[in-house]
């Protein structure tokens, strides 16, 4: 359930795209004098006008991959646990992404109530650079609190029994359907990017087969009209 918080400058409501919790109220409570990261990264936008070449589209995303991972001196589990001393509340989420030209760590902390922050932390120094919170939907909070019910392997952990896969760039909690998981990626030191599930009571690392599933039941029921034409 990632979360991209965006600043406003005036109170409004706005609707977080790709999903469906809607920001009732967006304000930074912490006023951090220099937001500025220690790690730069060059501008993705170029990839925008690239061709639709799906085998460059991987390779790129594999070396973008790559250059993020290693230019991160601070990894997920010491991020989250800067955001949490300086945020109080429970991790749900973070992932190294950029701000601008800035590589940061964007951690998810669930505070009281329907109050979510997203905590920027430096990937060089273990930083907060900022922390902004936001109202969510009520729904999508109960059912995040649901699945972190009874979990006993906080999201710190799950990024350090993940890492012994490689390094970790985004860490989020499954809270859709039955099983519940830490879902983690990883980029290899080849740029090889993988995803895995850890498990929320005894942190085991599995592979996330999900997508795979997907395309197997997609299979069946296309070969199911098939036999009926």
Do not use: C, Y
Request: proline share 1%.
């Amino acid at each position: 359930m990632k979360r991209n918080i965006v600043i406003a400058t005036v109170a409004a409501a706005a609707l977080i795209g790709g999903g469906t919790a809607t920001a009732l109220a967006v304000s930074g409570d912490d006023e951090t004098p220099d937001r500025r990261s220690s790690v730069q990264v060059k501008d993705d936008d170029r990839d925008d006008d690239r061709d639709d070449d799906k085998s460059q589209d991987r390779d790129d995303d594999g070396e973008d991959g790559a250059v993020r991972s290693g230019a991160a001196k601070v990894t997920a589990a010491d991020a989250i646990a800067a955001a949490l001393k300086h945020t109080s509340g429970t991790a749900v989420g973070a992932e190294l992404d950029s701000e601008g030209s800035d590589l940061v760590w964007d951690v998810d902390v669930l505070g009281s109530g329907t109050t979510w922050h997203s905590v920027l932390v430096d990937p060089g120094t273990g930083k907060v650079l900022d922390s902004r919170a936001e109202d969510e939907d009520a729904d999508d909070t109960a059912d995040t609190r649901a699945a972190l019910k009874g979990t006993s392997v906080p999201a710190a952990e799950a990024a350090q029994a993940a890492a012994a896969k490689g390094t970790v760039t985004s860490l989020d909690l499954d809270d859709d359907g039955r099983d519940h998981a830490w879902e983690i990626d990883t980029t290899g030191a080849d740029g090889t990017e993988s995803e895995w599930d850890v498990d929320l009571k005894t942190a085991k690392v599995t592979a996330d087969r999900s997508d795979d599933n997907s395309d197997d039941r997609n299979d069946r029921d296309d070969d199911g009209d098939d036999s009926d034409d």
